[in-house]
């Protein structure tokens, strides 16, 4: 499990650090968003003067469309993060399992030493954890 676990952290690494451009497109857009909506509403006499209200309008869609996309980019790398790691995890305990079917069915290990085998594969990280 310790192997299952160093793999999850390098997994997180690596697609935190690929990921984080896209949290961070998605979070320029949403500012660039909102200082176009309160620039427009500061400068509401001047836009209704010159009647550019379509304008400013059009301008705001855009720039929401634009952040919308980055924002399902950035919930798309997210959930890709998760499911990586749920991945790993998953086949780790399933490896584990398997080891102990393996001793089982010769019977040279008991259905105890399987569940304490799963117990602590799964509770050791924290045991370890806590110790310290």
């Not at 798309?76 to 001793?103: D, K």
Request: charged content about 25%; glycine content about 4%; aromatic content about 10%.
């Amino acid at each position: 499990m310790t192997h299952c676990s160093s793999d999850v952290f390098v997994f997180t690494v690596k697609v935190t650090a690929w990921r984080t451009h896209f949290r961070r497109t998605m979070n320029d857009f949403d500012s660039k968003a909102n200082s176009r909506a309160i620039d427009s509403l500061l400068n509401y006499e001047t836009v209704k003067y010159f009647g550019n209200e379509e304008w400013e309008a059009r301008r705001y869609d855009e720039n929401l469309k634009r952040y919308r996309a980055a924002a399902i980019k950035s919930q798309r790398s997210l959930s890709m993060l998760n499911f990586g790691q749920q991945t790993i995890i998953g086949t780790g305990v399933v490896f584990i399992l398997w080891r102990a079917a393996i001793g089982i069915v010769p019977q040279d290990t008991r259905c105890c030493s399987t569940i304490r085998s799963t117990t602590t594969s799964r509770t050791g990280v924290r045991r370890r954890a806590a110790t310290k």
